[in-house]
């Protein structure tokens, strides 16, 4: 197995042609920061232009999260509405290079995806979870408005059931994403990234240009919406910020997490 040191908040290991990119802040529940965003960016495209990879599995250290999504620690220092603005054109990169993948791109749901990693599990091409696994989008407890994530959403579960997710932040459990589609195979939770393996090999066995071709035409398809919800978030995310709300949600969260940790 050969694995990389190159990286400090993730870890990329391949063997077999499979790789698995392991998100490792498993202090912060795999929880990103931009620094973290731009490594497994690089990933990414380092493993794409790898013709001695055929599939890569994206999972999350421990067991508790496949990632928490946004670290609000980083955002909860944005101070303008302009500053809003940058941090939401950041991520276009981020997703195009999920998007970009040639090769099948494994969700190996090992716990909770939420947020920002609700929006890249749905990425995915093929996603394994278990009954524990927990997705969905609970921006706006942070007060911070969802436009990607909406998009994803209706795209594939329909506009009803992403308007109540989006307004409640109500986190799904494994069984019920297993039952609308979000999740592809629902296995025991020590079977996951084991399940995730044989789905990369079943996949890494089809006809590599076929793959490819087939990856295109999906970004094809589905490139107008991406672009769309990308512009239409810009003056939204500004807007939002502009106001303090984010801000003034997010300390509330940090304070009453800080009261539950002098209880305990």
């Not at 990308?230 to 009453?256: C, W």
Request: charged fraction near 25%; glycine fraction near 8%.
């Amino acid at each position: 197995m050969e694995e990389s040191d190159v990286y400090k908040s993730i870890l990329v290991e391949i063997e077999d042609a499979i790789a698995v990119v392991t998100l490792n802040r498993p202090q912060k529940l795999n929880a990103w920061d931009t620094p973290m965003r731009e490594e497994i960016k690089a990933a990414l495209g380092e493993l794409n232009a790898d013709e001695s990879v055929r599939a890569v599995i994206l999972t999350g250290a421990g067991d508790r999260a496949f990632s928490a999504g946004q670290d609000l620690e980083e955002t909860q220092k944005i101070s303008s509405g302009d500053e809003g603005l940058d941090w939401f054109k950041s991520w276009k990169d981020f997703y195009s290079s999920l998007r970009n993948m040639d090769k099948p791109l494994i969700g190996a749901l090992n716990g909770v995806a939420a947020g920002s990693a609700f929006q890249v599990a749905m990425q995915t091409d093929v996603r394994i979870g278990h009954e524990g696994t927990r997705m969905g989008q609970p921006e706006i407890n942070s007060a911070i408005p969802t436009v990607l994530g909406s998009w994803l959403m209706n795209d594939r579960i329909g506009l009803s059931r992403t308007i109540e997710l989006t307004l409640t932040g109500r986190m799904m459990e494994g069984r019920e994403c297993h039952d609308i589609g979000l999740i592809h195979y629902l296995v025991p939770a020590d079977q996951v990234l084991a399940k995730a393996k044989e789905i990369a090999q079943l996949l890494a066995g089809k006809p590599p240009i076929a793959m490819k071709l087939n990856k295109k035409r999906f970004r094809a398809i589905t490139q107008a919406g991406f672009d769309e919800a990308m512009q239409a978030g810009e003056p939204i995310q500004k807007e939002s910020y502009a106001t303090g709300e984010p801000q003034e949600y997010m300390a509330k969260f940090f304070a009453e997490r800080a009261k539950r940790k002098q209880k305990s």
